[in-house]
């Protein structure tokens, strides 16, 4: 799993790993002191991945079932890799 940072349109950071990416999806799991509720007002950011960065929208913010303190996230590359 690689690390990775997303930088929320407001400047927010959330850091995570992800634990799933492919086409034009990334799933990150991360520990924030951020709400469910408050990720899900952010609609687009900036994901870095091993220094390497691209847009993305946040798709879903959902607290994971087995740690209240883990937030998983799903994102949508603005422009999928070719």
Do not use: N
Request: net charge negative.
């Amino acid at each position: 799993m690689s690390d990775a940072i997303l930088t929320l349109e407001g400047g927010s950071q959330v850091v995570g790993k992800i634990t799933a990416s492919g086409g034009d999806y990334i799933r990150i799991r991360a520990i924030t002191e951020m709400t469910q509720d408050q990720l899900g007002q952010y609609g687009e950011g900036q994901i870095d991945i091993d220094g390497k960065q691209e847009r993305v929208l946040l798709e879903s913010a959902m607290s994971s079932a087995d740690d209240e303190e883990v937030i998983e996230l799903t994102l949508r590359r603005i422009t999928p890799p070719a």
